[in-house]
């Protein structure tokens, strides 16, 4: 192999690496940054979607005021989809030491407030 050679296969070689690189550092992030856009506005389409198929807003609200009151943990869930779930499976007075960055990023950031859901309802509903 000439010199020209190898140097356009090192070219290569280096240009491939910074691509596979770029994209295990860039896809995740860019996961990460959809599933926030996407995550409130189907949290609370899920809300009107139950209280137009129960046809009863106001037992949606008061479904949502009996959740907010549960405490518990479930580790029964993985943490990993914990962002799928209603309530945070991991506990919602967990003390915060105890719970990982990716824990308290993952859930927090992709869930509205349990209280803001309920106003959200109560809107819809025009209870007040």
Known sequence: MSFFGRALFIGEV???????????????????????????????QADVTAAELTRNPEAVIRALEKLDLFAGPTWSINSAIGHLCVINPMGKHMNMAEQTFRDRILHYSTHPSMQKRIEAMKAMAYIH
């Open 14 to 44: 280096t240009v491939f690496f910074l691509v596979w690189v770029g994209m295990v550092l860039f896809t995740p992030l860019m996961m990460f940054m959809l599933k926030l856009l996407i995550s409130h506005e189907r949290v609370y």
